[in-house]
């Protein structure tokens, strides 16, 4: 006689459908508002469907649930942000920043509800594989994207900005030297997949298998170049440094730092050869948006852009003091509620409304209780971890998201990463990959060889 199907496995394979539908998005748009119906997007839409069917295995194993302090932090949280509403009404905060900040905290629901959907390695392995594939889609569009404009469709390059800002997609920018900046709103889930993708470099034994995987890495890696972001380059950093130390323990030396230096020398000759083959000034506009250097007055790269007089006042500047009056005016409000902050909405008064430091914001609105609720539950997952780390040298993917959850964390220093559901989506992912990880302990390895 069939087995019969039960309920809660109906549902989680449902929730577990429209978690890929939304890790895809995630990665490969960035803003999910492409198709936008009153206040619903896909975005929203999936992400509500996703906590409703993971409702149901989630209290039909209520017990362990209970035991899980994860779920309980959320939940505090949640009704400290209810609280946090109401203090922002009475201050009389920014009506639009206080929707926006609510709309973005409702997603911390996927925290408690991804575990319950990703319970197995191979679902995790599922859903690695679909933030891959959206990386291949956004990176692929912004190399596409970068090479029509500077060489063969130019007069497209306005009706493409139009149709990337209309749909909340992202900014395309035209700058000097040839160079467009080009930084989709999902620009941040490219360093995901390039720490997965470095992952599976260095665990492929095939030829073919790294050679694929290998080439995936570096279209990610170009994508992240042409962000031109300091926040962005920073946080690649630390997630490769991260991802290169992890990868050092979990395979070959000799295997990895062949493999990883290999590709850092092919991202730069593919680099290059775009200098050379649309005469773009990467290199050059790199150093000067993101470290006020000019490369080419001391290191002249031939052939590429025309050495003319070009002004090279410093290009940050200019946004490097609208960060300071925002900065400034929110320092002033956590002085002076430090503890509780006052409530969702609170903006600095110069820049009413246009606030980006997502700690400071943080801090501004919630306080410190706010920010260390918010925070905790990535501690209690990061010790986690660490006392299941032996289990991450034939699972290594656990580390690698949550690798690439820590380069969220410093990106969202200058971005509000975090309060938005492409941050949050990796808190989730992150939080249950670790739940994932198996009990190793001590002696078994050594066990397991003898036997």
Known sequence: MAEKIKLTDICRKLGRICLYLFLFD?????????????????????????????????????EEQIRNPVNWIVLIFMCYVIFEVFRGQAFG?????????????????????VPVLITEKKYLRRAADVVIAGCFAHAAFCIICNACFADLATSLY??????ASATGWGKIQYYKYNAYRIFGRSCIWLIVGCALLLGRIVKAEKARAVC????????????????????????????????LILCL??????????????????????????????????????????????????FHIPHTWARAKKVTTPITSSSDDIRVNTTDGLIEIIKEYPL?????????PTRDGADEYFYIDMLARTGVVGLTLYLLPIVLALIRLLKRRKALKEYPEPGLIM??????????????????????????LAVAAVWTLPEIKEGTDEQCAES
């Open 26 to 62: 995630c990665a490969a748009t960035g803003a999910g508002r492409y198709i936008k119906v009153g206040p619903l997007t896909p975005r929203i839409l999936l992400a509500a469907l996703i906590v409703l069917f993971a409702s149901v295995p989630f209290f039909t194993s209520i």
């Open 93 to 113: 905060n920014n009506q639009e920043v206080l929707a926006s900040d609510v709309k973005g905290f409702i997603y911390m629901l996927l925290i408690p509800a």
């Open 158 to 163: 306005r009706k493409i900005v139009n149709w």
């Open 212 to 243: 694929g995987w290998g080439l995936l890495f570096l279209l990610n890696a170009e994508a992240i170049v042409l962000t031109y972001t300091r926040s962005v380059y920073l946080a690649t950093a630390v997630a490769f440094v991260l991802a």
């Open 249 to 298: 323990k979990t395979a070959p030396v000799k295997k990895v730092l062949l493999q990883t230096g290999a590709l850092l020398v092919l991202l730069v000759v593919m680099i290059y050869g775009q200098e050379l083959a649309l005469k773009q000034g990467v290199f050059q506009f790199a150093f000067i948006r993101c470290f006020n250097f000019d490369l080419d007055a001391h």
């Open 340 to 348: 509780i902050g006052r409530g969702l909405g609170a903006t600095s």
């Open 403 to 428: 690798i690439s959850l820590i380069a969220f964390l410093v990106a969202t220093y200058f971005n509000p990463w975090m309060n938005s559901s492409l941050g949050i989506a990796c808190y989730a």
